[in-house]
């Protein structure tokens, strides 16, 4: 621990709030993740797929009316489906961006209640934008004064502004760091050492993000496109159905396999950076981790052991099915556990700096 | 404070902003509309080819695969520049140690910059519905900002793993 380390993580102060918040809101919006992905996410792919073969059959049987219930319901499954997802990725993300502020709030040249204000702001906006989207599929139009936009998407769009104001305010802070030409934090800095906890979570994210943007780019020039084509091809297929074996069945299945095969390389992707991004954020919160050394390296290898887990084997659903699809959940799990496992050491970092301030 | 540093905190900070910004504006005033677009034109291409319109049927289907491209990218460009955006703050803080000369290190963080930048806009530019140049000028740069960040990245991890840096 350094000399200016109680002053940097006071009780209450703006640091401490956001280590907490943000660590909190990352767990939960990967707790949340995994429960989608395990009670929702299949269930919602297959009643979709079964909603489309219902379509191309109303089409084959020329009956228009049916197609366009059969369309309200399919709108109805990809809004469940598109508001989960989001309500996951902006939890998490919100959940970054309060570690992140929470690192860079030494050199964020504002008042302390300021700085206090700002950090209770991000983290409302960080809970309420989630809890907006995820609310938009069930609060839909009722009540709406606009034509398109519903309460709940008014207040995920409320929480969002909020969240660039504290970011803007934040930015201003720096500036203004920056323009008074400071040779030093305005604050002492958080606590930083080369253990190896730290450079083991600092190199295993840089390489977990950049396998992850390799993987992108490989993804973006060989398979976008191609994804593109072949859906207008089964697309095309649907509504003109081949006489062959299989006819509609068979271009309904090549339709739900493509959209598998995407959502699968879509979530290794993005995954495998946002758990590099984690590590690196984490081997900056490893000093307020008060744990034994033995404790602390274990939940270090859990983490980047569920980090390299989970997007390796969404990759391999496709080949292996629900058996893959158990281990990267699994994966996620891992992750969820060493999350907390260095909240819990982060809480009693905070328990004994409180004690020692007080017998002070 | 050194100025590699402050070149990926502050644009990482103001490049947040901007693509948080531009997600705004697109969840309220394009996102709903063109996934109402999106849906009806998918839906009127199977209720044409139900009331056996072929023709309205296809131009349904165009119309669905052009919404649809866009969407697709306009949700990357925002995700993308703010992913960006917190990985230059983060690697920002801990840029002292990357153990390279100083000079290397600021051609790093303006690499890691200018890919950030440039990679979404090219993307952008795939969806402008102007002349074929302009997509592929969108693409060049896509392409030129991706292979920037994915350098910049491999040669910070190379940074990390050459030990204490100063």
């Known amino acids: 621990m350094t000399a200016g380390?109680?002053?940097?993580f006071s009780a209450m102060g703006e640091s401490r709030l956001l280590v907490f918040g943000g660590i909190a809101l990352i767990a939960a919006g990967m707790l949340f993740g995994d429960i989608?992905?395990?009670f929702v996410l299949h269930q919602n792919g297959r009643q979709t797929g079964q909603a489309l073969l219902t379509a191309a059959q109303a089409v084959a049987a020329q009956n228009s009316l049916a197609v366009n219930a059969v369309f309200a319901h399919i709108g109805n499954l990809l809004e469940d489906r598109g508001t989960k997802v989001d309500a996951h990725v902006h939890m998490i993300?919100?959940?970054y961006l309060a570690l992140l502020l929470a690192l860079l709030q030494p050199y964020v040249a504002l008042s302390a209640s300021s700085k206090k204000f700002l950090a209770k702001l991000f983290l409302t906006g960080g809970l309420l934008l989630p809890m907006g989207i995820f609310l938009i599929h069930y609060v839909g139009m009722t009540y709406s004064p606009f034509p398109v936009i519903g309460w709940a998407s008014i207040l995920a769009d409320s929480a969002g502004a909020l969240l660039i104001i504290v970011l803007l305010a934040e930015g201003w802070g720096f500036?203004?760091?920056?323009?008074?030409?400071r040779a030093h934090p305005l604050e002492p800095d958080l606590s930083k050492d080369r253990t190896w906890e730290r450079r083991a979570l600092l190199a295993g994210g840089t390489v977990l993000i950049l396998l992850g943007f390799i993987y992108g780019a490989w993804y973006a020039g060989l398979n976008l496109y191609e994804h593109e084509n072949r859906e207008m091809v089964i697309l095309k297929d649907l509504l003109d159905p081949p006489t062959g074996a299989g006819g509609l069945d068979a271009s309904v299945n090549a339709y739900g396999m493509?959209?598998?095969e995407k959502a699968v390389q879509i979530a290794a992707h993005s995954h495998i950076i946002e758990f590099g991004l984690l590590a690196i954020l984490l081997s900056f919160v490893q000093p307020y981790v008060f744990l034994s050394e033995r404790w602390k390296r274990i939940w270090v290898r859990v983490l980047l052991a569920g980090s390299v887990i989970l997007p390796i084997f969404v990759l391999l659903e496709l080949k292996l099915g629900l058996l893959a699809g158990g281990i990267a959940d699994a994966g996620g799990v891992m992750v969820i556990v060493a999350l907390v496992g260095m909240l819990v050491g982060v809480v009693r970092y905070t328990g004994s700096l409180d004690a020692e301030v007080r017998k002070a | 404070?050194?100025?590699?540093r402050k070149l990926l905190i502050f644009g990482g900070t103001v490049l947040a902003a901007v693509g948080m910004l531009?997600?705004?504006?697109?969840?309220i005033f394009v996102e709903h509309q063109t996934l109402d677009r999106m849906g009806g034109s998918l839906a009127s291409a199977f209720v044409h080819a139900a009331e056996r319109r072929p023709e309205d049927s296809q131009l349904a289907l165009i119309a669905y695969r052009e919404s649809k491209y866009d969407y697709v990218r306009q949700v990357d460009v925002h995700s993308h520049w703010i992913g960006l955006a917190m990985l230059m703050i983060?690697?920002?803080?801990?840029?002292d140690e990357v153990a390279l000369g100083e000079r290397a290190r600021f051609a790093i963080a303006l690499a890691m910059l200018v890919g950030a930048i440039v990679f979404p806009l090219g993307v952008i530019l795939q969806t402008a519905r102007m002349a074929l140049q302009t997509a592929q000028l969108g693409s060049a740069l896509a392409i030129a900002g991706s292979a920037l960040v994915i350098v910049a990245l491999g040669a910070t991890a190379v940074g990390f793993m050459r030990g204490d840096a100063k």
């Open chain 2, 90 to 95: 983060v690697l920002g803080v801990v840029f």
């Open chain 1, 36 to 38: 989608f992905a395990v």
């Open chain 2, 1 to 4: 404070m050194s100025t590699a």
């Open chain 1, 93 to 95: 993300d919100a959940g």
């Open chain 1, 5 to 8: 380390t109680p002053a940097t």
């Open chain 1, 258 to 260: 493509l959209q598998a």
């Open chain 1, 175 to 181: 500036w203004n760091y920056l323009r008074d030409r």
């Open chain 2, 22 to 27: 531009y997600g705004l504006h697109y969840a």
